[in-house]
């Protein structure tokens, strides 16, 4: 780590001193929070066993639909949920479950509010404690959330049940936040406090520590900037004073040497202004040749790469020619036959350029090839290579691509041509596409390839232009 002695120490003071009281503080903490979680579900698992032992499930057999609400037993039952509740401020709700085979429904709800659970009414996806709770006192081991809110519960199975009825008691969970909040409050002003001390306390140490060091530093300075008059005074008694009275017997041994070197270095430093001289004069000169070498191979360099673009490229559309997207393909080819990655093709000719050449002029001719090309670069991947074929075929180059694939591009590539007219001499040209696709197979070469998806355009040609036909 690139850092000052002192930065070095201040934090390592500072990290062990946090690791030693966060250590400590982390451990009180989570022992706070587990006491009040496991106080909390030991109080839900008593108030509910407590509450299990007055009521009788036998009285609550009859209770199956939300029509017997109006039997004394519910209603007898429900007002028993309620006083118990209203006797308890911390709890939210009561609640009676049945077991119907693997459904968990409800048979009584304290919820006073519109919201209230009726019997029959299926509980979805109940926590495993609450099917504990069928056979067994039993309480949540985390916060669960329902349609009615955030709660912590308990469970108790009632008498006479055969375990099929059981008791469960809600405690809101914000009452529990609230809680967990104060004692993270607690514990995290105990953390900020523990750090402010820690760093004060390596604040304090790395700096008497590194006092010396900075005073030894800053003579360096001024004997490396030539004044070695002066000494450095420590007093601490340590290493670092014997530092000290050594390092100010160097500067007095510096101090005596520096005159008798002084005539020798006015000697050395003529001889050198000299020397100096005769190398500028010789680098300048290699300079100046070594210029002209790098202008005459980077015009090299720039007309070999002109020239390559040229025989790459065609020169009226900008697109890729033929030569190099054949090349482009049988490298592909290579691939393909290592590793089977698919690859198609599709051959798209403009429909009815001669007569827009004989309407309005070989120049127009050019310009609508042109916005075609730029058109279909546009509409394919950054993979996919458009290329001149010849005249106004364009052919698609598309690696890692399905025979569905492509002929989706393609419908894609003939409708961004035909939606969009071009305006040409003041004359509005709407254009069309015919396009063949042909997908590299294993038997396959790269000519047959071109030729079945020449006769796939030729035959959307034949069959009315404007379309897409994939060649089988």
Known sequence: MRA?????????????????????????????????????????????????????????????????????????NLILLREFEAANPDIAYIYVMRMEGDRVVFVLDSDPTED???PGEEYPDPPPKMLRGFSEQAADDRIYEDQW?????????LKHGDGRYLVGIDMR??????KLRTIRTAGLASLVASVVLAYLLSMWLATRITRPIRALVLRSGEIAGGVLDGRVEVTSGDELAELAQAFNSMSERLAASHAENRSSLLSLEEAREQLEQRVAERTASLTETNEKLQQEVAERTRAEA?????????????????RAVIGLMELEMGRYRRTQRP????????????????????????RVLTVLAQRLREG????????RWGGD????????TWPDEAVEAAERLRRLVTDTPVEICNDTVVLSLSIGVCAMTPSLTIDECVRRADLALLQAKTEGRDQVVFAG
């Open 4 to 76: 000052s002695i002192r930065r070095k120490l201040l934090i390592s003071h500072f990290v062990a001193v946090v690791l030693v009281s966060g250590s400590v503080g982390t451990y009180f903490y989570n022992t706070a929070v587990n006491g009040l979680f496991e106080g909390l579900r030991a109080r839900l698992r008593y108030s509910a066993g407590l509450l299990s032992r007055t009521l009788d499930s036998r009285e609550l057999h009859a209770i199956r639909t939300s029509e017997d609400v109006r039997l004394p037993e519910y209603q007898r």
């Open 116 to 118: 209230q659970a009726l």
């Open 149 to 157: 809110g955030y709660f912590l519960s308990g469970y108790a199975p």
């Open 173 to 178: 969970a914000d009452e529990v936040q609230s």
């Open 306 to 322: 002109a020239l390559e673009q040229a025989a790459a490229t065609d020169y009226l559309t900008g697109l890729a020619n033929r």
């Open 343 to 366: 690859f198609s093709l599709l051959l798209a000719d403009l429909d009815h350029f001669k007569a827009i050449n004989d309407r309005l002029g070989h120049e127009a001719g050019d």
């Open 380 to 387: 394919v991947r950054s993979q996919d290579v458009v290329a």
């Open 393 to 400: 075929e364009l052919l698609i180059f598309m690696p890692e």
